[in-house]
Nanobody
Framework: ELVESGGQSALPGGFLTLTCTSSAFQLDNYVVAWFRQAPGTEREGVSC????????NYADSVKDRFSIAKDNDKSIVFLQMKRLKPEDTGVYYCAAASRPSRAAGDWCRSAESMDLWGRGTTVTVSS
């Protein structure tokens, strides 16, 4: 099971850090991704990190503002979000896929590529 935390309300220009943890299995063999979904929109792949943590991929909308990092020893993935914008509002989901040898790329921001999902944590960016 994947569990997200850290979602809350923030001001535009602010920052938040989301975490994704797994209590049932180690994440060291899994690519992990963050997706988000705003009301009335399709789920969007925001960022993903390879199983080793050495390669990452970002959507253009968050590049240079968001940073994903993976700690395999603690089986946790972080999504650091800065310079938040109202359009970053949504439910953020953590997802994982068992692809231990594959580098991160656009492919891991596709929902169809993921095997496991968390229940989401809500981020609201508003003044």
């Amino acid at each position: 099971e994947l569990v997200e935390s850290g979602g809350q309300s923030a001001l535009p220009g602010g920052f938040l850090t989301l975490t994704c943890t797994s209590s049932a299995f180690q994440l060291d063999n899994y690519v992990v991704a963050w997706f988000r979904q705003a009301p009335g929109t399709e789920r969007e792949g925001v960022s993903c990190v390879s199983a080793s943590g050495k390669s990452t991929n970002y959507a253009d909308s968050v590049k240079d503002r968001f940073s994903i990092a993976k700690d395999n020893d603690k089986s946790i993935v972080f999504l650091q979000m800065k310079r938040l914008k109202p359009e970053d509002t949504g439910v953020y989901y953590c997802a994982a896929a068992s692809r231990p040898s594959r580098a991160a790329g656009d492919w891991c921001r596709s929902a169809e590529s993921m095997d496991l999902w968390g229940r989401g944590t809500t981020v609201t960016v508003s003044s």
